[in-house]
T-cell receptor, first 118, second 111 residues
Framework: GAVVSQHPSRVICKSGTSVKIECRSL??????MFWYRQFPKKSLMLMAT?????????EQGVEKDKFLINHASLTLSTLTVTSAHPEDSSFYIC??????????????FGNGTRLTVT | GQQVMQIPQYQHVQEGEDFTTYCNSS?????IQWYKQRPGGHPVFLIQ???SGEVKKQKRLTFQFGEAKKNSSLHITATQTTDVGTYFC???????????WGLGTSLAVNP
């Protein structure tokens, strides 16, 4: 089945620093990847849709200059949390569609990254 | 805006009891997907329903998609401790690529 690898799984950083999270589709090409944020015991909140070779589409209320997304290839998307603050601490999960981006294709999720900003 | 309500939010059952979670959408969905997230883990795709009135089974799990394609349910027969986790429904409205997620139902199973 489709495998999505996300790295790192955990990261602790100091306030003001930047953190990069990588999301790779290992055995398929993903023209579209999705970045989610999840608070403890809460649902998934879509942050942005990452499109290969073009600018990401951000959801309302998500600062594009703070959460930088790059999707330079069909197998890699990155999310960089810039100038991180404690309120950015959260569980970040990427996902990709396994059949090239059909709108109703099931999503395959990475293992997530737990970010703690001190 | 488009919403998917999911109930209950939490459910505690004794092992062996049945469990059901329900999703209701404010708009007609083109499909409904179900995911399971174990504690500390990531969501894992379980199944997708696309047809009005569709029913699918996976061992002890039964999934239904309503006739109006606005509601769905997941029923687990004779729960086991391995069923513990949060179950999410999510659907697409029309051909919009963005999934609309339910808030999830957290299931706890007492052995």
């Amino acid at each position: 089945g489709a495998v999505v690898s996300q790295h790192p799984s955990r990261v602790i950083c100091k306030s003001g620093t930047s953190v990069k999270i990588e999301c790779r589709s290992l055995d398929f090409q993903a023209t579209t990847m999705f970045w989610y944020r999840q608070f403890p015991k809460k649902s998934l909140m879509l942050m942005a849709t990452s499109n290969e070779g073009s600018k990401a589409t951000y959801e309302q209320g998500v600062e594009k200059d703070k959460f930088l997304i790059n999707h330079a290839s069909l197998t890699l998307s990155t999310l960089t949390v810039t100038s991180a603050h404690p309120e950015d601490s959260s569980f970040y999960i990427c996902s990709a569609s396994g059949t090239g981006g059909s709108y109703n294709s099931p999503l395959h999720f990475g293992n997530g990254t737990r970010l703690t900003v001190t | 805006g488009q919403q998917v309500m999911q109930i209950p939010q939490y459910q505690h059952v004794q092992e062996g009891e049945d469990f059901t979670t329900y999703c209701n959408s404010s708009t007609t969905l083109s499909n409904i997907q179900w995911y399971k997230q174990r504690p500390g883990g990531h969501p894992v795709f379980l199944i997708q329903l696309v047809k009005s009135g569709e029913v699918k089974k996976q061992k002890r799990l039964t999934f239904q998609f309503g006739e109006a394609k606005k509601n769905s349910s997941l029923h687990i027969t004779a729960t086991q401790t391995t069923d513990v986790g949060t179950y999410f429904c999510a659907g697409n409205a029309g051909n919009n690529r963005k999934l609309i997620w339910g808030l999830g139902t957290s299931l706890a199973v007492n052995p």
